[in-house]
């Protein structure tokens, strides 16, 4: 059965980095696009961007144009999103999904919460 | 970058009422539409895809439709597990989401 299992929940002080992890299985990594969402505490879904795992292409949201990074490692099915310059409006749990083109998701990782905190 | 907009941002409703959530977008996106519920805690949930089609699984008394603009999803009897949050999608181009309508009991 297909699976996204995400790393677990990072506390990062204003100004760090984070790095969250997002391993697939049960399906074809590189036959898929991997997407990156977040959702702040009570907010609404934000599309961060995509990383097409076969070719490494990836297109980022114009919010995050500069601070964010997403990369994927074929030998272990696994798709990474970085993000630099934490700022507390960074807290937000953090979803990985799949689809391909001209499909919606259809699943997503489980989330990760990130807390950006002094 | 292509908004979508949706609304109205809350609805309350009892059990058995029908509702309609319409969700418009900036530009024209054809039918490249989904729509997907979100209840606490929980990742989003594909409900319906190229705006009128049912994802599988899912009970028929979701439905979707319009192309272009223009989309509404409509509950036709609400149930008591429908109360919930639900969001628009396009994914004409790259992707962008609704600001989500949450569905509360009367």
């Known amino acids: 059965q297909v699976q996204l299992v995400q790393s677990g929940a990072e506390v990062k002080k204003p100004g760090a980095s984070v790095k969250v992890s997002c391993k697939a299985s049960g399906y074809t990594f590189t036959g898929y696009y991997i997407h990156w969402v977040r959702q702040a505490p009570g907010q609404g879904l934000e599309w961060m961007g995509r990383?097409?795992?076969?070719?490494?292409?990836?297109n980022y949201a114009q919010n995050f144009q500069g601070r964010v990074t997403m990369t994927g490692d074929t030998s272990i099915n696994t798709a990474y999103l970085e993000l630099n310059r934490l700022r507390s409006d960074d807290t937000a749990v953090y979803y990985c999904?799949?689809?391909?083109?001209?499909?919606?998701?259809?699943?997503w990782g489980q989330g990760t919460l990130v807390t950006v905190s002094s | 970058d292509i908004q979508m907009t949706q609304s109205p941002s809350t609805l309350s409703a009892s059990v058995g009422d029908r509702v309609t959530i319409t969700c418009r977008a900036s530009?024209?996106?054809?039918?490249?539409l989904a729509w997907y519920q979100q209840k606490p805690g929980k990742a989003p949930k594909l409900l319906i895809y190229?705006?009128?089609s049912l994802e599988g699984g899912v009970p028929s008394r979701f439905s979707g439709s319009g192309s272009g603009t223009e989309f509404t999803l409509t509950i036709s009897s609400l149930q008591p597990d429908d109360f919930a949050t639900y969001y628009c999608?396009?994914?004409?181009?790259?992707?962008?989401f609704g600001g989500g309508t949450k569905v509360e009991i009367k």
């Open positions: 530009q024209s996106i054809s039918s490249w």
């Open positions: 999608q396009q994914y004409n181009r790259y992707r962008t």
């Open positions: 990383i097409n795992p076969n070719s490494g292409d990836t």
């Open positions: 190229k705006a009128s």
């Open positions: 999904a799949r689809d391909r083109t001209w499909f919606p998701f259809d699943y």
